[in-house]
């Protein structure tokens, strides 16, 4: 009975104090029904440096601030600083809208940014939007915590900290800790640079490319890059001051051993006539570091003491690291150039693509090559950009130009092995689907067979059948288009040991990104499902009733550019779990925000290898 009195004057007490407000350095806090509180400026026109605090009492009972109130601090014209606390969770609609001087903010690690979505003209504007002057933006352990990234400027396109997501990558800013490697450090602040100096622009001839980004200007700017790199690395890292202890002087070598902290051991001289005096006057001797770069961390390369004036020497200074070695990430000039090569050709296929020439990405250069050769794997490879009578399915092309090095270098598949079509007409994929049959019956069945698919694809809109669209039919004549079910009908009776299919294609009447194929009615159809067959594992780029994107940034199919995008990774070293997780994961992220739009990739996969197809590896 006696704890069911307390509990209740403890409710009581609580009730009491809901709803009521204190101001405590300019900011209102406020205590919400479910006992945590809320932030907000109380005089916006005076707030200038701010600090959140973590808890605050209400009659002598302590909370957590978690929340940032919605329009909490709008409009606060002279607000410089600001710091949040790790018990904020919660940053609502417009908090920090139009604080035009806002220069620094300390963010939590993790909390969620509410996104405003009103229909004024700001739909999806992250919560600083306005902020003219926000440059430096922290997390409190974690650099860049990726909801600052991906939510909270989210089309905050006014603001300079948007424009450093944008040139830094903002997947190479997510994740990153305070306190990184240089190599990190450097590329993060570089390799963007550097890559795109030294690919090859639209206007250029081969001749001229070579002219100009050769060996010697691409030295020369990694240094220049690399010293710019390693004075903001220091500058970031290096502490202003460091501390240490004195350890027993040694009189046989003299000097004294320093326990710098954290930092290591240093060892200063000092002439034995002058130990004792120096000892007894340690409190006052100022120690005085050199920074540098050792073991890909900042360390302490060296250390002078001044003592009222009289510097003592180090015994020793440690050798700096290259600090040119980051460029070891940076794509080659020798993958450049075969990159170059591979565009220039059109491989012995008459149909292959000649559009324009697209900027290679990352993936497209650096393809990672394993020596091990996969003799029983084969690739058919359908790659339907150039349509005759529909219009085209950008990059289409070049996805499976690049998926075919892949398969080649890092899958370790045989040339002889790899069927490549481009711009594949009814007759080609009939060919190729014939190939491929005569190739299991002479192995009798010991293969594994790789799938990929990249153009459009239709729906009946009688029976919802799904089919492959073909470069030279329209879609009004489906016995020209090739049935989805009958190609997983043939894949399946393979009889191979795995049979992988990758489509980036959808099946709703969509063109690649946004509009209707001219032979669709106009509304998008969720087409029939198809059940996998035999030991088949298929990876769709989109859910039956969505549309498949591209990735204009990368020149490719969204769903492509993720499957290149692990393997080149991965280096191939990865189970099919591990890639349909991934390439699911980043497409559905990518597009709802480059998009607007949501695109779920779709994984089926047979009966027959329903316990064990996660675990399956992919070379």
């Known amino acids: 009975m006696y704890k069911t009195v307390v509990f209740i004057l403890i409710l009581l007490i609580g009730n009491n104090a809901l709803g009521k407000s204190i101001i405590i350095n300019n900011i209102k806090y406020t205590l919400l029904e479910d006992q945590t509180v809320c932030c907000s400026a109380a005089n916006k026109s005076n707030l200038k440096n701010a600090i959140i605090l973590q808890t605050v009492s209400f009659d002598n009972f302590i909370y957590d601030v978690t929340i940032i109130g ?100 903002a997947t190479n800013m997510v994740g990153m800790k305070m306190k990184r490697n240089f190599t990190d450090f450097a590329s993060s602040l570089s390799k963007k640079t550097i890559e795109d100096w030294q690919k090859r622009k639209d206007y250029e001839t081969i001749a001229q490319w070579e002219g100009r980004v050769s060996e010697t200007n691409r030295r020369k700017m990694i240094e220049e890059a690399a010293a710019k790199a390693h004075e903001e690395y220091l500058s970031l890292y290096a502490p202003s001051v460091i501390s240490g202890s004195l350890e027993c002087y040694n009189k046989d070598f003299g000097f004294f051993p320093v326990n710098l902290d954290t930092w290591g051991m240093a060892y200063v001289k000092v002439p034995e006539n002058e130990a004792t005096i120096f000892e007894n006057s340690w409190n006052e001797v100022k120690i005085i570091p050199t920074f540098g770069v050792v073991d890909d961390e900042i360390a302490v390369l060296s250390c002078r003491f001044d003592l009222n004036g009289k510097i003592y020497e180090p015994v020793r200074e440690y050798e700096e690291d290259d600090i040119t070695l980051f460029a070891r990430y940076i ?83 045989p040339q002889k092995n790899i069927r490549t079509y481009y711009n594949a007409t009814y007759g080609d994929i009939v060919a190729a689907m014939e190939d491929l049959t005569h190739i299991a019956e002479a192995y009798k069945g010991d293969i594994d067979v790789i799938f990929y698919y990249a153009g459009h694809g239709l729906p009946d809109e009688s029976n919802r059948n799904a089919y492959l669209l073909p470069i030279d ?71 039956s009733d969505q549309s498949a994107y591209p990735f204009h940034e990368k020149n490719h199919g969204l769903f492509t550019y993720y499957l290149l995008k692990k393997l080149n990774e991965s280096r191939g070293d990865i189970t099919l779990g591990e890639l349909a997780d991934f390439i699911s994961n980043e497409v559905a992220k990518t597009s709802i925000v480059e998009n607007k739009k949501p695109q779920t990739p779709n994984i089926k996969w047979s009966m027959n290898v329903n316990d064990t197809w996660r675990e399956l590896p992919i070379r």
């Open 473 to 543: 039919a329209t879609g009004t004549q489906l016995e020209a288009c090739y049935p989805l079910d009958k190609l997983y009908g043939q894949l399946g009776d393979l009889r191979a040991n795995s049979v992988v299919a990758f489509l980036d294609a959808c099946f709703t009447g969509s063109l690649r990104g946004d509009g209707m194929l001219a032979s669709a009615r106009g509304i998008k159809l969720k087409p029939k499902e198809i059940d996998a067959m035999g030991n088949m594992i298929v990876m769709s780029a989109a859910s």
């Open 331 to 413: 794509t080659s000039l020798a993958s450049l150039r075969e990159y170059e090569e591979m565009m220039a050709s059109n491989s012995g296929n008459i149909n292959q693509p000649v559009r324009e020439r697209y900027a290679p990405d990352e993936v497209d250069i650096n393809i990672p090559e394993n020596e091990t050769k996969k003799t029983n794997t084969f690739a058919v490879i359908i790659g339907n950009e150039d349509y005759q009578r529909v219009a085209p399915v950008d990059y289409a092309g070049n996805d499976a130009r690049i998926f075919e090095k892949y398969c080649e270098k890092t899958l370790g598949i």
């Open 70 to 169: 919605e329009s909490g601090f709008m409009n606060c014209k002279n607000l410089k600083s600001i710091i949040l606390p790790n018990s904020i969770n919660e940053i609502r609609e417009r908090a920090f809208w139009n604080c035009e001087n806002l220069e620094k903010i300390v963010m939590p690690d993790d909390a969620q940014a509410k996104i405003y979505s009103g229909n004024f003209g700001y739909g999806l504007a992250g919560i600083f939007k306005g902020c003219r002057k926000l440059t430096d933006v922290r997390g409190q352990t974690i650099l860049y915590p990726r909801y600052v990234i991906y939510d909270a400027f989210r089309e905050c396109k006014d603001t300079p900290f948007y424009a450093i997501i944008q040139e830094r990558g």
